[in-house]
């Protein structure tokens, strides 16, 4: 072991850097501790990412206040944590070949011209949403965690604060729902699941957060949940549209 630590230059102590945290080894990285690394991120339950997923099913609400008080070492960061959600949706769609917004321009009769188009169109639309969801599922974030300072004025958050909590539950919500699409191909539409963690899962994390339990804030979350998706729905389409009609030169 070196004398100093080979990130920060400060002198060293023990096996771990007292200034970066930064651990005392300089032996050439080798698969071995590649494999180890893996095995113990993915694998060991006492890691971090293990842990937040527990407390996002457990008590989601907690988790987000835990982490915006202060309270993050034990906890695996919201924006890595929804890119780490993000990339396990991206396995499943690859491994079964599922297309969240399908739209078959099948059965359009040959010569209605303003017909074919708009299902091109669709089509069009439907590959660059399923291309750039990772991207387009960051405007949900936004447009949720503005809904929420309106729905939950009394609340001394901020929009930013907001987010930390909706990063933790969308990515949940996209694991959740990710190993269903495996279903897809024997038929079963996976997006009864989908639907299912939009009520269920997704209001349950907002109460939890804003610590609300009754029948009425549960009608409530449920709203802000719909109102959030539809405008992201809306607003994302709207953009992929606009862009494809600006590429075109504004023809349809």
Not at 51 to 77: D, E, Q, W
Not at 150 to 172: P, Q
Not at 206 to 235: D, E, G, N, T
Request: overall charge positive; aromatic content about 16%; proline content about 3%.
């Amino acid at each position: 072991m070196g004398d100093t630590c080979s990130n920060c230059n400060q002198q060293l102590g023990g096996d771990f850097c007292s200034f970066c945290g930064q651990r005392n080894n300089t032996k050439r990285i080798s698969t071995k501790q590649i494999a180890t690394d893996i095995f113990n991120n993915l694998f060991n339950v006492d890691s971090p990412i293990w842990a937040t997923l527990r407390m996002t099913i457990v008590n989601p609400g907690l988790l987000s206040r835990n982490y915006i008080s202060g309270k993050r070492k034990c906890y695996f960061h919201p924006v890595r944590y929804f890119v780490i959600a993000m990339a396990l949706y991206y396995l499943f769609v690859w491994l079964f070949d599922y297309n969240p917004v399908n739209v078959s321009i099948s059965g359009v009769e040959e010569g209605d011209g303003f017909q074919q188009n708009a299902h091109e169109l669709g089509l069009r639309v439907s590959n660059i949403i399923r291309k750039n969801i990772n991207i387009l599922m960051f405007v949900w974030i936004v447009m949720i965690s503005v809904l929420d300072r309106l729905f939950y004025r009394k609340h001394d958050l901020n929009i930013a604060e907001r987010s930390i909590h909706y990063f933790y539950t969308l990515g949940t919500y996209t694991i959740l729902f990710s190993p269903f699409i495996a279903f897809d191909s024997l038929g079963f539409s996976p997006d009864y699941i989908r639907i299912a963690c939009l009520l269920i899962y997704l209001p349950y994390s907002i109460m939890s957060f804003h610590q609300k339990r009754s029948i009425l804030h549960y009608l409530k979350a449920i709203l802000l949940v719909i109102i959030s998706f539809m405008l992201y729905v809306v607003a994302i389409s709207a953009l992929v549209v606009a862009g494809i009609f600006i590429s075109n030169g504004f023809h349809f």
